[in-house]
């Protein structure tokens, strides 16, 4: 894991996010405290539990962007789940264990990529190889009489000649073939997943991939697109799958994110019948994957006593106190974001690395126009964005994206077509293209 200080956690937050300094700040601490709980003893690490963070904010404020930026920032494996998936009444969707067997994929795709970057040189030097005993196939006897041009020399000389051709990138065009290995697909037998359709416990499905057998078939390609098929295999062959398997586990375990949304929709009201009694279900289905507990998947066994979780929820009709205590007292950490003021919009479509503002510009100078947005521009949307949401439904910064793509929604049509030019956006050109609708209220809520 980084040793990243809070402090520097913040200011990476602080790139991308605007305001919500509570927020960054506790999960900065959170973040710091499992990189000091890695430097204890054995004995002591054991005993340090993560501590569980709960955000209550409206939609749009950052909580799930603040998540998502720590775990890219800090390498940890990261899921993002919604509690609403656990309502339906009889778990017509998915279990609650189901949200660590996709924390351990996804870590497995991270520590897969770090392998690969291990043995991406031999790879390469391999399929060079392959791809020269397809070009240049050795003869399966050579004739050393007098005389005679097939010799091991001359095969040699060849072979070197053509070596450096592939190297040059000489004969990315030259046709070749190759074998492909196409595994049978198995057929789902009805019942074999786990509740709701989910991933099973034993990975049945890989089994009888294993059982049944395998279709090689061969395959005309060029020496370009035979090189990545090449690759692909030369890596499969050169990873260990099975010591990728371990390491993912032991990382899911130790540094893995599971942030969970909308857990207000999983409060039960008082005295409630039919989905509430769901609800409940899911709450209590919960509490021993946030408490700690052993979670079976393909991979072996997965212990979520380390795993943090990040819960966030508007809480708009329910209170966080109204959750089980159980399941409160597993979230210590409890940070309110607020509400975005047009302040903050202005600095959302200005400041941050990927503001919307800077994505238009790029998007399209690709056509060859040159975008300029001015200060008054931006002030005028910041207004508009604010206002909708003040007169309609609150959906915070993602208002944003509905009224950029209604701004240049004319723009983005006609750019390739005028291959090159400048337009500058001013608070005039702002008002022409949104004022109408924001005015009439009953339009703007089916558009912006």
């Known amino acids: 894991m980084k040793s990243l200080t809070p402090r520097e956690i913040v200011e990476h937050l602080d790139r991308h996010i605007v305001g919500q300094a509570d927020a960054k700040r506790a999960v900065a601490v959170a973040i710091r405290n499992r990189w000091r709980r890695q430097q204890l003893d054995e004995n002591m690490r054991k005993e340090v539990a993560p501590k569980n963070i709960l955000m209550i904010g409206p939609t749009g404020v950052g909580k799930t962007e603040i998540a998502r930026r720590l775990a890219n920032l800090t390498g940890a494996p990261f899921i993002k789940v919604e509690a609403s998936k656990y309502t339906e009444v009889g778990y017509y969707g998915r279990d609650v264990e189901s949200m660590v067997r996709e924390l351990v994929e996804n870590a497995i795709g991270l520590v897969r990529e770090s392998e690969l970057a291990n043995v991406e040189e031999e790879a390469k030097r391999r399929v060079t190889d392959r791809l020269l005993e397809l070009l240049v196939p050795a003869p399966s006897s050579f004739d050393v ?26 004969l990315e065009n030259r046709n070749v073939e190759i074998s492909i ?55 499969e062959a050169l990873i260990n799958q099975d010591k990728v398997n371990a390491k993912a586990v032991e990382l899911a375990e130790n540094t893995g994110i599971i942030f969970v949304d909308e857990i207000d929709k999983v409060v039960a009201s008082e005295g409630g019948r039919g989905a509430d009694v769901s609800r409940q279900g899911v709450q209590r289905d919960l509490l021993p994957i946030v408490e700690g507990t052993t979670v079976q998947t393909r991979y072996g066994y997965v212990r979520t006593d380390h795993v943090l979780f990040v819960a966030a929820g508007a809480f708009h009709t329910a209170k966080p106190s109204e959750l089980m205590p159980e399941l409160q007292g597993r979230f210590p950490i409890r940070v309110e974001l607020e509400a975005l003021s047009k302040d903050d919009f202005v600095r959302i479509l200005s400041e941050p690395h990927n503001a ?31 206002q909708v949401n003040q007169t309609t439904q609150n959906i915070g910064a993602r208002r944003l994206h509905t009224i950029m793509e209604r701004l240049l929604e004319e723009l983005s049509f006609e750019a390739p077509d005028m291959k090159m030019g400048r337009v500058e956006i001013n608070a005039g050109y702002v008002r022409e293209r949104l004022d109408e609708i924001v005015q009439d209220e009953d339009q703007s809520k089916y558009i912006l």
Request: proline content about 4%.
């Open 356 to 386: 919307l503002t800077k994505q238009y510009v790029a998007l399209m100078k690709t056509e060859g126009v040159e975008v300029d947005f001015l200060d008054d521009a931006i002030e005028s949307l910041a207004s508009y964005a604010y």
């Open 145 to 170: 009489g007098v005389g005679t041009d097939d010799s091991p020399e001359r095969y040699e000389r060849s072979r070197e000649k053509m070596r450096a051709m592939l190297v040059g990138g000489e």
């Open 181 to 235: 290995e196409q595994r049978t697909q198995a057929m789902m037998i009805p019942g074999m997943g786990g509740p709701g359709g989910d991933t099973m416990d034993f990975d049945m499905q890989g089994m009888l991939e294993k059982i049944l057998p395998k279709n090689v078939v061969r395959r005309e390609m060029t020496v370009a697109e035979a090189r990545k098929v090449l690759f692909d295999q030369e890596c």
